[in-house]
């Protein structure tokens, strides 16, 4: 679904490289935008920023797009803030005047949402219903009648789906052609559950690493853990069933991503469609950092939200900073190197056996040939137009032509033009029977009826959507709103004593929502004559602390930009195997700068290597050997150390250690990649070593 973000880009005659790199900003843009326009509008001024900041730096977000390079669910976790924000515009807007612009875009949300990822949108789908009954049941039973806000979410969300239906329609009917059972077995399942420590740290080394710090995953707890505090000493706080549906919704969400919660999944098996139970953290994401905006009311006063909020954004973005990572090392056979370098030289294949069949023609690497033809049979001529596939097929005796692709609904054949039988081979291939001599064999694709009415369906959809845009657009008075912004962004200053409780009270009609905008809006244009005329002075400090959390802002976007631009320098070791598979002896033991860990091979004749990403010069490296484990030797005895740029060795020095030896070697290198050692062990039956250190 993300790659639809790309295709306006590419239509300007951007590289695929770079639209997707523009379609990655378009998306934080469009996500991180509404994330924060959501906290400022559910608790006030701060609130948003922090909002904001901890989506953008959160775990899975950087999971996803800086270490995964998952746009599809990276995108899909983007809208859900996106479709929130406009749903809490419809509910709380004011009569008589209905908002037609957030209807139309709570309708697009959702028609962007349902393609970018099914299994991500089918789980924010079910939250959001779940939230959507409870609220239009509680206003219910309180008035005696549904909301208004309600009925319009109801319209626009139903809206959306319909606008999606030429996608997900076709599918519902396609999902009987393919079964990956494999995928929805509960053991399958449940080994990608996730530890705790997982949900602390979202980098593989993380997980791994001796000493644990406080990182980012550990930060927002805290914040939810001040909310929670704060809800059970004062009741009387406005948005409180919110909040607290916030926090019980995160902790649901983590819950349903451990092991823990396998007898949910046993009991549930619908549940497991969505393949790994670490989806959830999508969700876990946006209540939490939901949640945890909550504090900054909480612990500052209504002069303080704007830099309190941005504080603890910043401290947020100080913990994510060792993450933002843009340059992976890629595995190739014959080692490893900057991602960037090799992806101007090679063409870098995904296969993934779970999904076979799939088309080859013209895919690098692989035979330029789309059928398989069984004993006894031949392909004499092979046409491709589209989808059409024209054979000419000479046979000795009766036997079968398939086509390396999925017998998707709507592929018909036929046979010297009489309708010919398609039967599927075990892995869901076109297959289809030839008798004995020369026949001519069609096999083309056409849109099934389902297909049809989908269109049909998104057709009218669509048709409604620019009528209703066309009433956002006639509504809009640009005046109106102009004058609107420079409201809000009119710096907001200490109060005099005597304005200050008027001030709090207009905060609190605020976050209630019980009074049209428009008034509450008065009263606030208001007190700003009032507290001008009173407190210049006021005034002018309040503006020069409006140009300081601009600068701040503008600082930390740099920082981050400049980190995911220029990243930290940093080592990545890979080995052919660890002892006994325990990650207690991994490659990454041998760089970790401690000398009480090891990396241990798992045989007496190992290798190790050490990316560098980005290169760099280096000019020494230092091996520090094994010594005993358990009471038997567990070292290097002879060795070969080789260093290499992007093309070539650039050294090679074979040696001798002994257990627990130290020998440092000089190895001037201008731009170094990785670094190799081929170990034997004489010494006991598996090869280790102690450290590796690259200078």
């Not at 005895?637 to 650039?650: A, K, N």
Request: hydrophobic fraction near 50%; include cysteine; glycine fraction near 8%.
């Amino acid at each position: 679904g993300s790659m639809f973000v790309a295709l306006p880009f590419r239509a300007l005659g951007l590289d695929p490289f770079t639209a997707t790199k523009v379609a990655l900003v378009v998306m934080l843009l469009v996500g991180i935008g509404h994330a924060m326009a959501l906290g400022r509008r559910l608790y006030g001024e701060g609130a948003g920023v922090l909002v904001g900041m901890l989506t953008l730096a959160a775990p899975y977000t950087i999971a996803n797009f800086y270490h995964r390079g998952d746009f599809a669910e990276g995108w899909a976790n983007l809208l859900f803030p996106v479709v929130l924000y406009h749903d809490v515009a419809l509910r709380e807007a004011s009569r008589p005047r209905v908002p037609w612009g957030s209807f139309v875009a709570l309708a697009l949300a959702w028609a962007a949402l349902v393609p970018a990822h099914a299994f991500s949108a089918l789980l924010f789908a079910v939250a959001f219903a779940i939230r959507f009954v409870v609220r239009a049941l509680v206003h219910r039973r309180r008035h005696g009648r549904f909301c208004r806000g309600d009925v319009l979410v109801f319209g626009a969300s139903t809206l959306g789906v319909l606008l999606a239906t030429i996608y997900w329609l076709p599918a519902l009917g396609e999902k009987s052609t393919v079964r990956i059972d494999e995928f929805f077995s509960l053991d399958k399942l449940m080994s990608s559950a996730l530890s705790w420590g997982d949900l602390l740290d979202p980098t593989p080394e993380g997980r791994t690493a001796a000493h644990r710090r406080l990182t980012l995953g550990a930060f927002v707890p805290v914040l939810i853990a001040i909310v929670v505090w704060h809800l059970r000493k004062r009741p009387e706080l406005p948005r409180r069933a919110l909040t607290w549906g916030w926090i019980v919704g995160c902790a649901l969400a983590l819950f349903m991503t451990t092991r823990a919660a396998e007898p949910v999944y046993a009991a549930l098996p619908l549940i497991g469609q969505i393949l790994f139970p670490y989806r959830f953290l999508g969700l876990a994401t946006l209540f939490g950092v939901l949640a945890a905006a909550r504090v900054v009311p909480l612990l500052f006063a209504p002069h303080q939200r704007a830099l309190g909020g941005l504080a603890l954004g910043a401290f947020a973005l100080v913990l994510a900073l060792p993450h933002l990572q843009l340059t992976n090392p890629v595995d190739f056979p014959e080692g490893h190197a900057d991602y960037p370098s090799r992806a101007t030289r090679e063409v870098i294949l995904f296969d993934y056996g779970e999904y076979y069949p799939k088309r080859v023609e013209g895919m690098p690497g692989r035979a330029a040939q789309a059928f398989e033809a069984s004993a006894g049979c031949a392909v004499e001529e092979n046409a491709i137009d589209g989808t059409r596939h024209d054979l000419v097929v000479v046979a000795e005796r009766a036997c079968e032509v398939t086509l390396a692709q999925f017998d998707w609904l709507g592929w018909q054949a036929t046979l010297d033009g009489a309708p010919a039988t398609i039967d599927p081979d075990a892995r869901g291939q076109i297959r289809v029977a030839v008798p004995a001599g020369r026949h001519r064999v069609v096999i083309d694709r056409s849109d099934t009826r389902l297909e049809n009415a989908a269109a049909v369906v998104s057709a009218v959809a669509l048709v409604v959507l620019f009528f209703l845009l066309g009433l956002a657009l006639v509504g809009l008075a640009p005046k109106r709103r102009w004058a609107a912004w420079r409201a809000a962004l009119r710096p907001v200053g200490p109060l005099p004593a005597a304005l200050l409780g008027e001030a709090d009270a207009l905060e609190a009609r605020r976050t209630l929502g019980d009074e049209a905008p428009d008034v509450l809006d008065d009263a606030a244009r208001a007190l700003d004559r009032r507290a001008r005329e009173l407190a210049p002075q006021t005034w002018r400090l309040g503006r020069r602390r409006q140009l300081v959390v601009a600068a701040l802002a503008t600082l930390a976007v740099s920082s981050v930009g400049f980190a995911a631009l220029r990243p930290r320098p940093r080592l990545v070791a890979h080995s052919h195997g660890c002892l006994g598979g325990d990650p207690t002896f991994g490659p990454d033991r041998a760089i970790d700068g401690l000398e009480t860990t090891a990396w241990r091979g798992w045989e007496a004749r190992a290798w190790l290597e050490v990316s560098l990403v980005p290169p760099r010069p280096i000019t020494q490296v230092e091996l520090l050997n094994g010594g005993l484990l358990d009471g038997t030797p567990r070292a290097v005895e002879r060795f070969v150390l080789e260093v290499f740029d992007e093309d070539e060795s650039l050294h090679r020095i074979e040696g001798v250690l002994g257990p627990s030896e130290r020998q440092v070697f000089e190895v001037p290198s201008p731009r170094a990649t990785r670094v190799r050692l081929e170990a034997r062990s004489a010494h006991g039956p598996t090869a280790g070593l102690t450290e590796l250190e690259v200078r």
